[in-house]
């Protein structure tokens, strides 16, 4: 029996954090916690999908972050002894995972793409070396705890009927330190459309020889329901497009059910952003090209011919 928490950020997350802990619990039995926010919007969705329980974060004083609830959350966890806690691998959950592991007193493995159990323990895979390798991971301390990557695992399907106990945590100690106050929230200019909701991506490479020729690129994204994302040099050497459009280690994961790069090497610094395509596919004229290794189909080629047949074959 194993008694397992999720913390809840977004609904897509704590969906598939869901996901995943029904398939931790039924394989050892136990139960499923999921700690939310004090308004408790949406709680009834999360028994549906697998949640035993939910605890409700007591409410926060003005300009207290998220973050806040860290002590909280520790107090219980240091009481009630959860085996596993799950954090979603977002911005938020990323801060808030290590110091609630130093506060427990644990280890933490951080962005892992993997659980499972092994004799008894858990094991936990992360992808690390910019991609290059898989690091698999065992805990020596308990809680286990892990950020998740995005889009890991898959929501579970609702059973509808399920409830779930609802409790409340008491607030902060007074004297409690928060350790970081809001001082001011500034909505963040975007220049490009977000990338990692897109079901397609085309992503343009060094191999177009001028920005005009982006036309290109976009018209077969645009053809197929796609979004233009593209390699490093393109969006910081060249400043052809907006810098939230690279994709890979120093830009954004991708998870599509197709991707295409067009002129792209396929450098693991890329590659790594491409892991959870479903799809990959590839237009290089260069046989030996790394991305075909890595390529689901390809064509090797120009893509100045290519693509052009492409946009005719598309549009018939
Ligand atoms: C610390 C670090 C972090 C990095 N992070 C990232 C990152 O997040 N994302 C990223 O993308 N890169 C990143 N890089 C850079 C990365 O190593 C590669 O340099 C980059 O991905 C290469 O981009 P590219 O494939 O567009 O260009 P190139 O490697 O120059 O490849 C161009 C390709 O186009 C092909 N080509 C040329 N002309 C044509 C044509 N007419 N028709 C068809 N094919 C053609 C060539 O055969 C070649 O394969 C990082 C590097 C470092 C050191």
Known sequence: MAVLWIFSETT??????LGLGRELISAVG??????????????????AYG??????????????????????????????????ILLPATARGREMAPRLAQRLDTGLCSNCVAVRW????????RVVYGGAAIQTVK????????????????????????????RE???????TVPGVRIVEKREKRRLARDLTQAKVVVAAG???????????????ASLVGGEVGCTRPLSEELHWLPTELCIGLSG???????????????????????????????VNRDENAPIFAQADLGIVGDLYEALPKLITALKK
Not at 52 to 81: N, R, T
Not at 148 to 165: D, I, L, N, Q, Y
Not at 210 to 217: F, G, R, S
Not at 253 to 270: A, C, F, R, T
């Open 12 to 17: 897509a997350s704590t969906k598939e954090l």
């Open 30 to 47: 136990g139960s499923i916690t999921v700690l939310m926010g004090p308004d408790g919007e949406g709680r009834e969705e999360w028994a």
């Open 51 to 84: 949640a035993d329980e939910i605890i409700l974060l007591p409410p926060l004083a003005d300009g207290l972050a998220m973050e806040a609830h860290i002590p909280v959350i520790a107090a219980a966890a240091a009481e009630e002894k959860p085996d596993i």
């Open 118 to 125: 092994s004799g008894g323990d858990i094991e936990m895979d």
């Open 139 to 166: 805990f020596l301390t308990r809680p286990v705890m892990a950020t998740v990557a995005p889009k890991t695992f898959s929501p579970p399907v609702p059973e509808e009927g399920r409830s779930a106990r609802l």
């Open 169 to 175: 945590l008491p607030p902060l100690a007074a004297g």
């Open 206 to 220: 060094r191999g177009l020889e001028k920005k005009e020729d982006l036309a290109l690129v976009e018209e077969v």
């Open 252 to 282: 954004v994961s991708v998870k599509p059910d197709l991707y295409i790069g067009v002129g792209v090497s396929g450098q693991v610094q890329h590659m790594t952003g491409v892991r959870g395509a479903k799809v990959i596919a590839a």
